[in-house]
């Protein structure tokens, strides 16, 4: 760590912190183990980074995140006086040309490290509906082969058959594929000519696919990638003139915030995928308010989260067409946003009762890692209010499923199952579950 002048840009941006330099150590550390990366700064560290020592490359963004997460506000590497990180929001190119470079970084598992760490970010600059609409750069390539329907259909198959791996199986073997596929064949047919038309209905593909790209990060805990891969998907959504993928990408945004406890990101993402969706129909109504209802619950707004509530049963009562293959909504999924809301408003017996008609009402058009998620959760909720067997009884349903599911939420539940369960262990239920956990679980998740 070189030391120079001092790097007054960070001094500025400390002061206004109101940090000692043990809290901004603290900040940086738990952002560290947030994207699985533990650190273990100090004082002295943050003194040497106020006078000129530069942090190394993977250890910039999570300063600039904590630094965000204090003010409330974007911070750019420059505004912090560092240079600028390889792969980082900083970097400006071309919508075709920075999807490539993302795509061929992550499906390289040796380069992976070049995207920096996964954290998510509460100050990403989102891109507006009016910024994006028409705005694809021409990136025309003058060999490429005109594009056409049946090139669309390609990637709008493969878009499902990917999703039907990552609701099956878990996004962590089926992102790499998802990756090459965006660099050697979607990338190509964004560079190619073709009918105005047909290249939209590209464009709009290729968005959908970002968004499953993302999803999958997001479901490994790599959120920072998450965010790039959503962030393309409304760049090129917009550029299509596609507003229902757009809404729907920001939506699956405030899920990511929610999920992560940044309760005003989420709120922020909800609203504006609502604000932004045109004339909807019923379903997708439900679709985005369900998501508003408990991103405002998380934000502890309690008559705003009930009414978004109430106006999703309603918006379900009322749609009465085939739930879209990208995105249905359900009834069962409205019993799971209730018992979120429930939850996170403190009624969770009314929670635990939300859930299990959730269970009830799912068809085969639900995914096996949301059962486990959501049987994983039930159980936590059981064991909250003192129902031990129970609460043991849907943790064996989600090992009896774990095997096949590689999940980064569902590990993460599996690792609360036995903090959770430890204090129970003279229990003999409590310890047969305990016992068959160990040995269908990595070691990782319970030592």
Known sequence: MPISAPNHSLNRLYRETGWTLRQFAQ????????????LRYREPSVHQWLNGGLPMPQVRPLILEALARRLGRPVTAMEAGFPPVPGSFDNRASTVEALIDLGRQ?????????????????ALTVPGWPDVVGRME?????????????????????????????????????RPMAAAFLVNTVAP????????????????AASILCYVTGWMAMDEGRHGLAQ???VKGLELAGAAGDHMTYCHILRGMSVQATDLGHAKAAVRYADAAAAAAPAAGPRMQ????GQQAHAYALARDRPKALRLLRETEVAM??????????????????????AEVQSELGDVPGSIRSLESHFRLRDSSDSRRSGLRFNAKLAERQLKVGHLEAACSSWDRVLEHYPQVHSGRVDGHIREMFRLIRPHLKNATARALDERARAVTPAALHT
């Open 27 to 38: 900040a940086v550390n738990r952002l560290g183990t947030e994207c699985g990366m533990p």
């Open 106 to 122: 992550d499906m390289d598992p040796s380069r992976r490290g070049v995207l920096g760490v996964g954290v998510f970010s509460v």
């Open 138 to 174: 021409a990136v025309q390539a003058g060999n490429l082969r005109r594009v056409g329907d049946p090139d669309v259909e390609v990637v709008r198959a493969m878009t499902e058959r990917l999703s039907e791996l990552d609701d099956d199986f878990g996004g962590r073997h089926a």
């Open 189 to 204: 047919y964004l560079r190619a000519a073709g009918p105005d038309d047909v290249r939209a209905r590209m464009m709009e």
């Open 228 to 230: 790039r891969y959503y």
């Open 286 to 289: 439900a679709f985005l308010t």
């Open 317 to 338: 009562d009322k749609a009465t067409s085939q739930a879209p293959t990208f995105g249905g909504y359900s009834p069962a999924t409205v019993a799971m946003h209730t």
